[in-house]
């Protein structure tokens, strides 16, 4: 079955930077688009960044410039390289395939503050 596993997350201050891994087992990975989502207390999980089959990449307007999503098809893994945070940032982090599939990862915590 699927399996997609988050990790990375953490407590990082405004304007740090930070690296979030997840590793994808069960699924055709090179096939796929790839996306990264998150979720802030009392808001609708959203889509921020995504990388395609080949390579395109695609981000939300309010991540655009700071976020990149990036891939390693030879280690079914995705990454999200976050660059000038803020504290809108806050969320659980999560990938998963764009469209997203049913199953989801437990996501990885990300909290930026001084």
């Known amino acids: 079955q699927v399996q997609l596993v988050e990790s990375g997350g953490g407590l990082v201050q405004p304007g740090g930077s930070l690296r979030l891994s997840c590793a994808a087992s069960?699924?055709?990975?090179?096939?796929?688009?790839w996306g990264w989502y998150r979720q802030a207390p009392g808001k609708q999980r959203e889509l921020v960044a995504s990388i395609s089959r080949s390579g395109f990449r695609n981000s939300a307007d309010s991540v655009k410039g700071r976020f990149t999503a990036s891939r390693d098809n030879a280690k079914n893994s995705v990454y999200l390289q976050m660059n000038s945070v803020n504290t809108d940032d806050t969320a659980v982090y999560y990938c998963?395939?764009?469209?997203?599939?049913?199953?989801w990862g437990q996501g990885t915590q990300v909290t930026v503050s001084s």
């Open positions: 069960g699924i055709n990975f090179i096939f796929n688009t």
């Open positions: 998963n395939t764009n469209p997203p599939l049913s199953v």
